[in-house]
């Protein structure tokens, strides 16, 4: 009954009663928690990546530009050494590698495009559109450089690019992507253990 004073002084208990508050404010925190947690860690873990890719591809850099790395299977293999390495930090990597070879540091850093006429303005080299092919390989490179190591003296520019499945699944849960992408570059000139290649003129054709 409402007047019972017994019925009052259990609703005055109740009212004042904190027990069990807690646990509903833990449930309500924790999950809340967990992902900021979740989020840090998978944070810091793409940051030691890309710290480590940093570190690796300055070595193979730097292997690759003695006189034997200029060899098809000596690059294959540095390149392995890469994968290989990346892959003790994320199993499930996938891992790309480019080389693009200079004959100066000026010309890598400008990575200017091989001069061409542009008919339809849209900044890209068409079919049938001529260009100035100045490294003499056939085709209209966009970047002004050459694939592979190069030779003597040579600079190249040395890029690994990574993509591996993030360590939680809850990024598309906020409108993220479940893998990371991570991409290390270095420049450096080949030892100078001969005479320095050069291009002759530079031949006019069509892009293809």
């Known amino acids: 009954m409402a007047g019972d004073p017994t019925c009052r002084t259990l609703a005055r208990r109740l009212a004042h009663d904190r027990q069990g508050a807690t646990i509903v404010e833990f449930a309500l ?3 809340v928690l967990a ?4 989020g840090a860690f998978d944070i810091g873990h793409g940051l030691y990546v890309n710290a480590a890719l940093q570190g690796i591809v300055q070595k193979t850099a730097r292997d690759s530009a003695l006189e034997g790395g200029t060899s098809t299977a000596t690059a294959a293999a540095l390149d392995k050494q890469v994968a290989d390495q ?10 790309s590698i480019s080389r693009r070879f200079y004959r100066n540091y000026a010309a890598a850093a400008a990575k200017k495009a091989e001069n061409f006429t542009d008919t339809n303005k849209n900044g890209t080299c ?10 003499l390989n056939g085709t209209w490179d966009p970047d002004g450089g050459n694939a592979g190591q190069g030779g003597a003296k ?3 520019v040395y890029t690994a690019t990574v993509s591996y499945t993030r360590l939680f699944p ?4 906020v409108g993220g992507s479940p893998r990371a992408r991570v991409s290390a570059t270095t420049v450096l000139r080949n030892q100078p253990y001969g005479d320095q290649g050069s291009y002759g003129a530079a031949v006019v054709r069509n892009c293809a």
């Open 29 to 31: 925190v924790a999950p």
């Open 35 to 38: 992902v900021l947690l979740m």
């Open 86 to 95: 990346v892959r003790v930090l994320a199993r499930n990597a996938q891992v």
């Open 126 to 135: 068409d079919k049938g559109e001529p260009y100035e092919d100045a490294n």
């Open 154 to 156: 040579d600079a190249t």
């Open 170 to 173: 809850f990024w598309p849960l």
